[in-house]
């Protein structure tokens, strides 16, 4: 079997070798050479030789048929030691170092050989009287010695093997906490599911190698809740968003008929506007799929979809269930909350019956104060249900009180300033509502100090309630009550303007002026329809405070 040359594996048993000046041949396991190595060009011709490559070739034959190799001399005086590299069944290596004793210089065999390379003789043999020599007895030990150091190349390239084997699982560990620590520190806000849908679809982006990401859900209000038919994308999408949306619905009904246990196992889809797959991973809850979590065309080096991209995304599946099934709880009970809260603002409303909607209306105004004036939205929202239960301490104020036609003795009016304090007391002891407490206690300080109960000036009244008392008494004078009729609005924000600096804080009077009141006036008309009809509807949805 006639073996060709090729190029020799750095940093490995030939690089020893030629360290130590010892010239040598090295063969792949399928028998194709692949170079020969020696300081001198002529030593190297003298190797390369049809003749001695022949004796090679059939030493390598014999070996390979016994099982066994050891140091055979291929004529009187010229030793091949052979270093079996089995270590891979695919890669596995012969590295042969030739030496000659000074018994095979000159030799016939030699000079077959040098005539074979077309070789000089006397400067072959010169060239080989530089290369280094030895004894047979020192051809063994040699051998023996090259043969320990293949084991310990061998040795290292395992333990490097495992080394790196160990760093790319550390590195993928380490991807996967890092990404798990990212999303589940997000899991609290329960306020914004949409914003945590969009960070998983963007940290799922960062992390793997997909050119896009895409979380989708069903259309459907029941199932899907919150997130009703919503896209969140990362990346650019492989076709447009609406060809992109019905090809999800196509997969979506695919993995439904196919059920969720299916989908989790094999979750690599044809994706039909590009034809190519990608990973479409179902998000299920309450034994439905909602949705899916989309990604595709992968770069690298490696572009296949693999074991760890689909761990990562579905970890990222059940935080996105998670986070569904819980944000659509939360919901719910928000919405149970505030119904109770409405429901109480209304059973105040409703002991007079010019106030009816006054604690609604006053919350969307001071929701939209606050909004105008740049708070977070979760400011915004407290300040809107304070403003809901602002006047709640009336429940302690009689309705003789509360309801009188005429103008009230100085006895009466201070039962109506204990309305704050009494409000306070009420919900001081309910945790969900400690952040409404400035408001309720407050929202009848007045900018200049003239106010009540704590006669605060200016800035040490709190924002929440300087807002609330602006808001209420817009809405105050806008309304019909007992002892007058409701003012007209140029009337009611001249002395909202008049009111700048002494009743009100006169940054708040500027940022009322921007405010839209289409929505306060509808508000206004229904509410004013519900008195006349003697019914009061209480509001559980908060469309009117978005």
């Known amino acids: 079997m006639k073996r060709q040359l090729t190029h020799s594996a750095p940093g490995e048993l030939g690089d020893r070798c030629e360290a130590l000046s010892l010239p040598y041949i090295r063969y792949s396991e399928d028998g194709r ?149 990212r999303i589940g520190s997000s899991l609290t806000e329960l306020q914004h599911p949409h ?49 992109f949306r019905q090809e999800a619905g196509r997969l979506f009904t695919t993995m439904t008929d196919l059920g969720d246990a299916a989908c989790q196992q094999s979750p690599v889809h044809a994706f039909g506007p590009v034809g190519t797959r990608i990973i479409c991973y179902p998000i299920v809850l309450d034994g439905r799929i909602v949705g899916g979590i989309f990604a595709g065309d992968k770069e690298g080096v490696d572009q296949e979809i693999s074991s760890v991209d689909i761990k990562m995304i579905e970890t990222a599946a059940s935080f996105v269930t998670i986070m569904v099934e819980n944000a659509g709880l939360y919901d719910d009970q928000q919405l149970m909350f505030l119904g109770t809260l409405e429901a109480l603002s209304a059973s105040i409303d409703a002991k007079d019956p010019y106030t009816c909607g006054h604690s609604e209306r006053v919350a969307y105004l001071s929701a939209q104060i606050a909004q105008a004036h740049g708070l977070e939205e979760r400011d915004v929202e407290r300040i809107r249900i304070a403003g809901l239960i602002h006047d709640i301490g009336k429940i302690g104020v009689p309705e003789s009180v509360l309801c009188k036609p005429g103008k009230l003795t100085d006895e009466e009016y201070a039962q109506i300033k204990k309305h704050p304090e009494i409000g306070y007391q009420i919900v001081k002891d309910i945790p969900l509502l400690d952040h409404t407490l400035p408001g309720i206690l407050h929202h009848h300080e007045r900018y200049d100090g003239r106010g ?25 004078m806008s309304s019909t009550r007992t002892y007058r009729a409701a003012m007209d609005r140029e009337a009611v924000l001249g002395e909202i303007r008049n009111g700048a600096g002494t009743q009100f804080d006169p940054e708040l009077v500027t940022v009322f002026s921007s405010i839209d009141l289409a929505v306060y006036d509808q508000m206004v008309e229904r509410h004013q329809k519900q008195s006349e009809s003697g019914g009061i509807r209480l509001r559980l949805s908060r469309d009117e405070a978005a």
């Open 33 to 181: 050479r692949r170079s020969v190595s020696a300081e001198s060009p002529v030593v190297t011709r003298w190797i390369r030789s049809a003749y001695l490559l022949g004796l090679v070739d059939d030493a390598i034959e014999g070996w390979q048929e016994s099982g066994t190799a050891s140091p055979t001399e291929l004529f009187d005086g010229c030793w091949a030691l052979p270093l079996h590299d089995r270590r891979r069944r695919r890669d596995g290596t012969w590295t042969i170092v030739i030496m000659l004793t000074h018994e095979g210089l000159g030799s016939e065999e030699f000079m077959a050989a040098c005539q074979s390379g077309r070789l000089d003789n006397t400067l072959t043999i010169d060239a080989w009287k530089e290369m280094p020599s030895c004894t047979e007895r020192e051809l063994s030990m040699l051998w023996q010695m090259l043969t320990w150091q293949l084991h310990d190349i061998n040795r290292i390239r395992d333990i490097e093997s495992s080394l790196s084997s160990f760093s790319d699982e550390l590195t993928i560990a380490y991807e996967e906490i890092s990404f798990l620590h």
């Open 195 to 243: 914003k945590f849908v969009e960070r998983v679809a963007d940290e799922i982006f960062e992390t793997l190698s997909f050119r896009w990401v895409a979380i989708g859900f069903v259309d459907d209000e029941q199932a899907a809740r919150l997130m009703t038919d919503r896209l969140f994308v990362s990346g650019r999408l492989p076709c447009s968003e609406l060809a």
């Open 452 to 476: 009540y109960p704590a006669g605060l000036i200016g800035d040490l009244i709190p924002l929440m309630a300087r807002i609330i008392g602006l808001a209420d008494a817009f809405d105050a």
